[in-house]
């Protein structure tokens, strides 16, 4: 069992900048790829970004490359996410979650964060 927990997120004004963390705790963090979702009122979930269980390997959705940027520090067993240029369209609960497979597909994840808001105004 891994345990997510999210943080960071909040209101920010369009062209700002946020950092997100994700805590996973339990079973060995560090044998998982790492991944942020996002899901706006009314929207389906949807992909953002993945990192690989040592960092060597990431990959962005079109919507957020160039804007945003993923790491992990696998000694904290923590990954961030990175937001800049926000703009009101990457408002959303942003989710962080873990699985054995570097997939952008939500149902190939075994675990969940909770979830944190952001909160993009213009």
């Known amino acids: 069992q891994v345990h997510l927990v999210e943080s960071g997120g909040g209101l920010v004004q369009a062209g700002g900048s946020l950092r997100l963390s994700c805590v996973a705790s339990g079973r060995t963090a560090s044998d998982y790829a790492m991944a942020w979702f996002r899901q706006a009122p009314g929207k389906e979930r949807e992909f953002v970004t993945i990192i690989a269980y040592d960092g060597t390997k990431t990959f962005y959705a079109n919507s957020v490359k160039g804007r945003f940027f993923i790491s992990r520090d696998n000694a904290k067993n923590t990954v961030y996410l990175q937001m800049n240029r926000l703009s009101p369209e990457d408002t959303a609960v942003y989710y962080c979650?873990?699985?054995?497979?570097?997939?952008?597909?939500?149902?190939?994840?075994?675990?969940w964060g909770q979830g944190t808001q952001v909160t993009v105004s213009s």
């Open positions: 979650a873990a699985s054995y497979l570097f997939t952008t597909r939500a149902d190939e994840y075994d675990y």
